[in-house]
């Protein structure tokens, strides 16, 4: 079935940094979402597809390609630290089993 | 809008004790829906989903059921708990025709 692998696993910033996380999957879409979750929060979405506007933080952005995507967070704040997952949509064949990676823990020191 | 609503916010129970979780969905008609657990510090597991009224398939069953009585409702439940049952349960929707997942604000659920 479908594999997500995500990286680095943990990532330590100063406030202003950027950052970049990665997430690698072993069958090629465009239909990657990314969430970031506070502590025992609520998750947020960050992006979708393709064409469609992103929602909640302005300061990240995502490329999808193949199979691959990045999440880049710009000008980091001690509030962007949490977790943050991709998901991938379902494998084609009917099953509707969304697959999540195991997310990078981002903590952003002022 | 839409909005999603998940009850109760937390919850403290017994091992051995029945549970039931709620899931509403407000402003969206004939959502896909999910439920999803999360252990403490760990990644999400889908448990369930759903695509019509009366219509669930289980994804992983961890000893849970889950039914959707209404289009806007979706049940977690058990009869009896264990103490693996812990963790952070997530309601999400999608489109009918997408899979763009919208989770709710989550139950935290501790069993002793």
């Known amino acids: 079935g479908q594999q997500v692998q995500q990286s680095p696993a943990s990532l330590v910033l100063q406030e202003g940094e950027n950052a970049e996380l990665q997430c690698s999957f072993s069958?090629?879409?465009?239909?990657v979402q990314w969430f970031y979750q506070r502590p025992g929060g609520r998750l947020i979405g960050l992006s979708y597809?393709?064409g469609m506007k992103p929602t909640g933080k302005q300061t990240s952005s995502t490329v999808t390609k193949g199979r691959h995507s990045s999440l880049t967070i710009s000008s980091s704040q001690t509030t962007d630290s949490g977790t943050y997952f991709c998901?991938?949509?379902?494998?084609?064949?009917?099953?509707?089993?969304?697959?999540f990676g195991e997310g990078t823990k981002l903590t952003v020191s002022s | 809008a839409q909005t999603i609503h998940q009850w109760p916010v937390a919850e403290i129970k017994a091992v051995g004790s029945p549970l039931s979780l709620g899931c509403t969905i407000k402003?969206?008609?004939?959502?896909?829906l999910y439920w999803y657990w999360q252990a403490t510090g760990g990644t999400l597991q889908q448990l369930f989903y759903?695509?019509?009224?009366?219509?669930v398939e289980s994804v992983v069953q961890l000893n849970l059921s889950a039914s959707r009585p209404k289009d806007d409702q979706f049940i977690l439940s058990t009869e009896k708990l264990l103490l693996s049952h812990s963790g952070f349960y997530l309601c999400?929707?999608?489109?009918?025709?997408?899979?763009?997942?919208?989770f709710g604000p989550g139950t935290r659920l501790t069993v002793l």
């Open positions: 759903s695509i019509t009224v009366g219509q």
């Open positions: 069958i090629s879409t465009n239909q």
């Open positions: 597809i393709p």
């Open positions: 998901v991938l949509p379902p494998n084609q064949g009917g099953s509707a089993k969304l697959i």
């Open positions: 999400a929707w999608s489109p009918p025709t997408g899979y763009e997942q919208y």
């Open positions: 402003g969206k008609s004939s959502p896909n």
